[in-house]
């Protein structure tokens, strides 16, 4: 096995296939050795699993991954990379390789086709430019998984892993805490990539939670925090007048709730928001859960 984070083993392997990175889709190979078994063991590769890869690259996470694991599935979107990874992954024999966009495909039919009695665990190193919508899909599309172990920018690892009524909170924190607990597993720095980025990560865990809160329409719900944050320093109110249409209807919302006015989107809590989205659904018709 060549030693997939020697930068001079990759630039040798990719130079013999005539690849270069595409900026474009986030291609920033890991190159510092203690990360991925890291990743590997904390993200639950291990016997009785199988494991999602987002994005294999030229496949240093999926060897570790193969190693631990009892099946890996890897899905990689740029097809150049594919005779990359037939040879520097040839000895695993529990690996497959899907050439797809990760948010185009059927990830519920790859669980049932791929890993039959085995418990489902997510590990990446996410492209950055997709890094919202893929966790998004993951969770929302409520798949039958055990956990999404992933590298993302420091900056959005804050932001997801942040408390509820903090200011590093946003909308995707909240939607985030809505499906899974998430925490910030280590600190990757800007140098254990080829090539460098120009910011430095953070591997974090999201777990799925058995029982997530219940409201009265999901759909309603995230329009309604997509709302709220559109302008997050603005109060509540303002931004509940500006979605709602007038600020009558939104003072009656808030009142109802138990909601200062002049409270901050950021300081509200988890339960507020719900309060929120209750209270709409009984005060005015749902327009906010039409698709924005
Ligand atoms: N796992 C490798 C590593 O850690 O060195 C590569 C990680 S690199 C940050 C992201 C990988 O995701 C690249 O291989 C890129 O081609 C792939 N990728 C980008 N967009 C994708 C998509 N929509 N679906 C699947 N893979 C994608």
Do not use: W
């Amino acid at each position: 096995m060549q030693n997939l984070s020697d930068p001079v083993v990759i630039k040798s392997i990719l130079s013999k296939h005539g690849f270069t990175f595409s900026k474009k889709l986030g291609q920033n190979f890991l190159i510092n050795p203690s990360v991925c078994p890291k990743i590997a063991e904390m993200g639950g590769a291990g016997q009785g699993a199988g494991v999602i890869e987002i994005g294999p690259g030229i496949g240093v996470l999926t060897h570790e991954l193969c190693l631990r694991a009892d099946k890996v599935v890897a899905i990689e979107l740029d097809s150049r990379l594919l005779p990359i990874l037939d040879e520097t992954l040839s000895e695993h024999k529990n690996l497959r390789i899907i050439n797809a966009d990760v948010m185009k495909l059927d990830l519920k039919k790859v669980i049932a086709e791929e890993f039959p009695g085995l418990k489902v665990v997510v590990c990446a190193n996410l492209p950055y430019y997709i890094t919202s919508p893929v966790i998004m899909k993951l969770l929302g599309d409520r798949l039958p998984i055990e956990s999404v172990t992933t590298m993302v920018q420091r900056e959005a690892a804050d932001r997801l892993c942040a408390p509820l009524g903090t200011r590093e909170s946003g909308a995707v924190t909240v939607a985030v805490s809505y499906y899974c607990e998430a925490v910030k597993l280590f600190d990757v720095k800007r140098g254990s990539f080829l090539p460098s980025p120009e910011v430095d990560s953070s591997v974090i865990r999201l777990t799925p939670r058995k029982n997530p809160p219940t409201v009265p329409d999901e759909k309603l719900f995230f329009g309604i925090i997509k709302a709220l944050f559109s302008q997050r320093r603005k109060t509540v109110l303002n931004s509940l007048s500006g979605a709602v249409g007038d600020r009558d209807t939104a003072l009656k919302i808030l009142e109802i709730s138990g909601i200062s006015p002049t409270l901050r989107p950021e300081q509200l809590l988890m339960d507020q928001f719900i309060a929120i989205c209750s209270a709409y659904s009984d005060t005015v018709n749902p327009d906010l859960s039409r698709p924005q």
